[in-house]
């Protein structure tokens, strides 16, 4: 016998996770398209949930008219359910334990993770070849921060034969990146800020101020691939004339069907193929 499963929320990467997990559970969506409707399900045995705002009040359903709160959708889970989601605060977590609820977030799971750093530095580069006139090859592209993301944006970009300059604050993060065959740069350099023709941030951060901004080309891209707060003054780059874009979740826009599939088969991975024991 089939397990239960909720998929509630998210974007087009939730869609196509729900349609594989249908291979292992009895799967009910809400807040977009799917085969079986919420109200014939009195409690799941799986809920999952897409990836959190920052505040974690809401859960993201960008095809409803309203807000679903996040612990309304608690009511869905059976007691000591499982649930998955993405980016779950504490205050969230807390209302799980009440419910006794084993918990497991996206953003804990190391080979997701990387996974998906690699899907969000496809869309980067995607993004790169849609908003310039230049080829890659040769384009002077400035990372900002040595963590997942930008590791995975330079050692793609580096491939179509970008120059690849990683600005970051540790030495050893530096080292690391020269180490890899990238030039290494101090956290901002002003040279190299003025020198890029394309700037990647993946500092969850304000790094960006309007005093650094004044230094980009005018002709330059700046794609900000961080989580909130951001690194990018918005405002400041729009009053200078320049092009920055704010690309989060890139894996649910560019390859939504990899990146739900790889959500599916982690749940499948932990839940033991769906199935309740005897």
């Known amino acids: 016998m ?10 087009r990467r939730m869609e196509y996770c729900s349609e594989r997990l249908a291979d292992a559970f009895e799967v009910y969506t809400y807040g977009f398209s799917g085969s079986k409707p919420i109200w014939e399900l009195r409690q799941a045995d799986v809920l999952v949930l897409p990836y959190m705002s920052l505040s974690g009040q809401y859960i993201n359903a960008p095809s ?21 989601g993405g980016g779950l605060n ?4 807390s209302y799980c334990a009440e ?15 990387v996974k998906n750093a690699w899907l969000t530095a496809e869309g980067a580069l995607e993004i790169i070849l849609r908003k310039t006139e230049s080829a890659i090859f040769e384009t002077r592209v400035l990372i900002l921060g040595w963590g ?5 944006c330079a050692g793609i970009l580096k491939c179509v034969g970008a120059k690849i300059n990683i600005a970051a604050r540790t030495s050893h993060a530096r080292k690391d990146a020269f180490n ?5 740069a101090p956290f901002i350099d002003k040279k190299a800020l003025a020198g890029a023709d394309v700037i990647i ?47 989060p979740g890139l894996p649910g826009k560019t390859a ?23």
């Open 148 to 152: 997942r993301v930008a590791r995975a």
């Open 201 to 247: 941030n993946t500092v969850p951060d304000r790094v960006l101020e309007r005093e650094h901004l004044e230094l980009v080309k005018k002709d330059a891209l700046i794609i900000d691939l961080a989580s909130a707060p951001y690194g990018v003054d918005f405002r400041a780059a729009e009053e200078l004339g320049l092009t920055a874009l704010l690309a």
């Open 64 to 84: 409803l008219s309203h807000k679903i709160p996040a612990v309304s959708a608690l009511d869905m889970l059976r007691y000591g359910g499982t649930l998955f």
């Open 256 to 278: 939504p069907k990899t990146a739900g599939r790889l959500i599916a088969e982690e749940i499948i991975r932990i839940c033991g193929g769906g199935c309740v024991n005897d």
């Open 90 to 93: 504490p205050e969230f977590l």
């Open 180 to 184: 890899m065959g990238f030039e290494a």
């Open 99 to 113: 419910r006794s609820a084993k918990v497991y977030d996206f953003f804990d799971n190391e080979e997701l993770t």
């Open 2 to 11: 089939k397990k239960t499963l909720l998929v509630m929320g998210g974007d």
